[in-house]
């Protein structure tokens, strides 16, 4: 996969994914409130914020062909999403003090869940 199309997926995966959260908070707001469409927008931005970041991580491996680089790459990538939302979640437990697990939860979740989905869809 080219630089350039792996972009492109990571673009499409992140759009992808900040719609998911959107309606998951939508839901929420329509549901319980404000506090818990805020916490879900929370959820699922660690989430896409995270993707983000791996996806730099990422790009800088594209140029490598050998596969042994290129899977040290990946979990590179991986290991840098995962802790950055850990890092995301942390501070929103932290910080905000109207928090709402389930609605965090959802839109943690709707995020995740979409990006295999977007990843799938787009035949990569």
Do not use: C, P
Request: proline share 0%.
């Amino acid at each position: 996969m080219s630089a350039s199309n792996t972009s492109e997926v990571f673009s499409k995966m992140l759009k992808i994914q900040l719609i998911a959260t959107l309606a998951v908070a939508m839901l929420a707001l329509v549901i319980s409130g404000v506090s818990a469409a805020i916490s879900a927008v929370l959820g699922g931005a660690s989430v896409v914020v995270g993707a983000y970041v791996a996806s730099l991580v990422a790009k800088r491996g594209a140029h490598h062909t050998d596969a042994s680089a290129i899977l040290i790459n990946l979990l590179k990538a991986e290991a840098v999403k995962i802790l950055v939302i850990i890092v995301l979640l942390f501070i929103a437990f932290s910080f905000y003090g109207q928090l709402v697990h389930v609605a965090l939860i959802a839109g943690l979740a709707a995020a995740a869940l979409f990006s295999g989905a977007a990843l799938s869809k787009l035949n990569v």
